[in-house]
């Protein structure tokens, strides 16, 4: 019985070394990578009317855009542009006419908060260049939380578009300017919120400055085909039942400076999460491009 056993044993120890050096071999042996056009293929576009995963809003996309689902999205956002991983989107809005991975591509980041009914009654009474002072302000705050975290410095410059609320379709827009650690590469961020009965649809443009023209004209439609279904619109607003935001348009808009002076707690770790996503974008795309698919020198493309 004994020698049975040390039988067994021996053949458990030597297939526990041999899995052992099939493991190491494994990690010696040089990382398999994925070509461009693998990793687009493994992206799956939809295109026309897209019901976001919430169920509480719709995209009517016209031709010129498509639609990568949260998964998908996920994917371009961490493995192609070098972002950190964990955002909860729901989804991303692409051009139609180009890859994810063109350097003249960029996308929308969808995201919703539901933080309450968001009140507009401060709308024609922000002053929009003091908030952006302090924003700035707010801004040399979060590069050190970037810097702790790994990211280089993006710096806010300004409005790339100052904001304007629409009153009757209760949409709110804005665009800012952000430079980054190297001359030339200004990134922008293009914003939509959708104001609706109970939280905020958000949708977050991530392109290069060179881009703004083509990124503004594109916004428009954007804005146009994202809508809110029935009974989650902002006119669906039950006062007796629904709750209300404790912020306004303005903090909206600032962000970190509205939770920097207290106004609002949980929204800022969401806001500060998701603006790491945001503000690396396209600056990083290079970098995370040539580690993802084996770029070699600069002049090499993937």
């Not at 687009?40 to 939809?46: D, R």
């Not at 968001?118 to 040399?140: G, Q, R």
């Not at 410059?157 to 609320?165: D, Q």
């Not at 970098?287 to 002049?299: I, S």
């Amino acid at each position: 019985m004994f020698k049975k056993l040390g039988v067994v044993v021996a053949i458990a120890v030597s297939l526990l070394f041999a899995q052992m050096g099939q493991a190491a071999a494994a990690a010696d042996a040089p990382e398999k990578k994925m070509t461009a056009e693998e990793f687009v293929a493994s992206l799956k576009f939809q295109q026309g009317k897209i019901t976001l995963q919430n169920g509480i809003a719709h995209l009517n996309l016209s031709p010129s855009f498509r639609y990568l689902s949260p998964e998908d999205a996920e994917k371009v956002l961490v493995d192609a542009w070098g972002n950190p991983p964990g955002a909860k989107t729901l989804g991303m809005i692409f051009p139609a006419n180009l890859s994810p991975l063109s350097a003249a591509s960029w996308g929308v980041v969808v995201t919703y908060d539901e933080d309450g009914h968001v009140k507009d009654d401060d709308a024609d009474s922000i002053n929009y260049d003091d908030l952006l002072k302090e924003m700035k302000e707010a801004n040399l705050a979060s590069n050190e939380e970037r810097k702790k975290a790994g990211y280089a410095p993006m710096t806010l410059v300004g409005w790339a578009e100052k904001p304007s609320y629409d009153k009757a379709s209760h949409k709110f827009y804005w665009a800012k300017e952000f430079s980054g650690s190297k001359a030339g590469e200004n990134s922008l961020n293009y914003n939509i919120r959708v104001l609706g009965r109970k939280g905020v649809l958000v949708l977050n443009a991530v392109a290069g400055m060179e881009q703004i023209t083509e990124v503004k004209k594109e916004m428009q439609n954007v804005v146009a085909f994202t809508e809110f279904v029935d009974g989650n619109r902002y006119a669906d607003f039950d006062a007796k039942s629904d709750k209300v935001a404790e912020y306004g348009l303005a903090a909206l808009v600032a962000g970190g400076v509205a939770a920097k002076l207290g106004f609002f707690g949980k929204i800022f770790a969401m806001l500060l999460a998701f603006k790491k996503i945001l503000l690396v974008g396209l600056a990083a795309a290079g970098t995370a491009l040539a580690k993802l698919f084996g770029k070699k020198k600069d002049g090499d493309t993937a």
